[in-house]
């Protein structure tokens, strides 16, 4: 399976950004990590992380027919970004929603999704796990597994 892997704004900074929140691991060792694990063997990952909210829009285009699933977290735009929840669904590849943090539990603006409708799951709270569990996810809606 072709798997795209979208990061959003401010996940460059992965390993020094308020690390309490999210980890000390930078967005590269987390998608090394992810890789290795036994889940993703045999399977293609494509991994693209951008600040810009068209950028990841481009990329969901452009990737329309490689990509046989995708696993985003959209990070901020999580909470507003009708264009990538209309990207997603326009291409109407399976997704699955992860975040590191639980933001059912943080502030009131990051509880909400616009983005969850359009997908067949959403993880959070496992920090590194949630892309894991999201791989399992897609799989699993793939028949995979
Ligand atoms: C995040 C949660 C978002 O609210 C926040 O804007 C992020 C990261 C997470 O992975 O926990 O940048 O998506």
Known sequence: MN???INGPNLNLLGTREPDTY?????EEIN???ESQPEAKGHIFKFFQSNHEGEIIDTIHSDREWAAGIIINPAAFTHYSYAIRDAIAAVGIPT???HLSDISKREDFRKHSVIEAVCIGQVMGLGK?????GLKRLLRAGGEV
């Open 96 to 98: 699955v929603e992860v």
């Open 129 to 133: 796990r949630s892309y894991l569990e």
């Open 32 to 34: 090394q990590w992810l």
């Open 23 to 27: 980890g000390r691991e930078t967005l």
């Open 3 to 5: 798997i795209l892997v």
